[in-house]
């Protein structure tokens, strides 16, 4: 069993964090399914959450690793897929928040799957300010100028 400690950057103390008690089995949770990397498990809602075992507070945490990326991602899918059958929907959000102004509430990453229905009060997409073309043209050019500085490829 991995101590929450061990997963602070230069061995500095991780603040108690619910999803480490969680994984360590220090908080009860209903538990849907874990692999060696990722756990998933019942939200207080009743929909399923997706974390890392390893502490990482959310994306911008470079202790995300490539390996755990990609099984986030395929569980995602997977769950995603799982909860669309098994709540007989035909829709579902996958959405994580990342730091405060998004909205995070627990600081280790998670990914929501939340299954949707027409009128369900819940978070509304597709809301936003549509802007001109030289606006997203040149918002596309400041990603995909930090995309190429930040990141080799095929992470
Ligand atoms: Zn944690």
Do not use: W
Not at 49 to 73: M, S, W
Not at 75 to 90: C, I, K
Not at 129 to 149: F, G, H, S, Y
């Amino acid at each position: 069993m991995r101590a929450t400690s061990e997963a602070g950057v230069s061995g500095e103390k991780e603040r108690s964090c619910t999803f480490c008690d969680i994984v360590q089995e220090k908080l009860p949770v209903s538990k849907i399914e874990e692999t060696d990397k990722i756990i998933v498990f019942a939200s207080l809602s009743g929909y399923p959450l997706i974390a890392p075992k390893k502490h990482v507070d959310n994306v911008f945490d470079e202790r995300l690793d490539k390996e755990v990326v990609h099984e986030l991602a395929e569980m995602e899918v997977r769950v995603a897929r799982a909860v669309r059958s098994a709540f007989s929907v035909d829709a579902v959000n996958i959405i994580s928040a990342n730091g405060k102004a998004a909205g995070q509430q627990v600081n280790h990453y998670h990914i929501h799957i939340m299954p949707r229905t027409a009128n369900d009060n819940q978070i509304k997409l597709g809301k936003e300010v549509i802007l001109p073309r030289p606006e997203l043209d040149l918002r596309a050019d400041l990603v995909k100028t930090r995309l190429n500085e930040q990141l080799p490829p095929h992470v």
